[in-house]
């Protein structure tokens, strides 16, 4: 993963501003929504991280937040494919009200068929 100025050799959220997270010590915060999966930086817009939710599942999907409605970063136990590979994951804590972005997968047919489903 390329930051400017940094080489990547682990964590991507390792290289976030400080400031831009806050430190709770009583836990993660009450104004905020949890979302767990694999983070990644967003490949044009550098104030946006990417988390890839439920990598692993039969519902994966693509989310998109902005850096600075992250509050909280909690660290989880990797998930580990069938071939024995981890894939890193974490628990992300967003602002409540913070505006995200959902992209998920579907099939091409004649036409768009949404299905009405709860992620989270």
Do not use: C
Not at 21 to 41: D, L
Not at 89 to 101: D, E, F, Q
């Amino acid at each position: 993963m390329n930051i400017p100025g940094k080489t990547f050799s682990g964590n991507y959220l390792e290289y976030l501003p400080l400031n831009k997270i806050a430190k709770y010590t009583k836990g993660p915060p009450k104004n905020a929504v949890s979302f767990m999966g694999y983070p990644q930086q967003h490949p044009t817009e550098k104030n946006k991280l990417v988390l890839v939710y439920d990598p692993l599942g039969s519902s994966p999907a693509v989310l998109e937040f902005k850096l600075e409605d992250l509050l909280f970063v909690e660290e989880v136990p990797q998930a580990v494919t069938e071939k024995g590979e981890g894939i890193p994951l974490i628990k992300l804590w967003i602002r409540k009200g913070a505006r995200g972005m959902l992209l998920e997968p579907f099939e091409v047919d004649e036409s768009i068929h949404f299905q009405a489903r709860k992620l989270f």
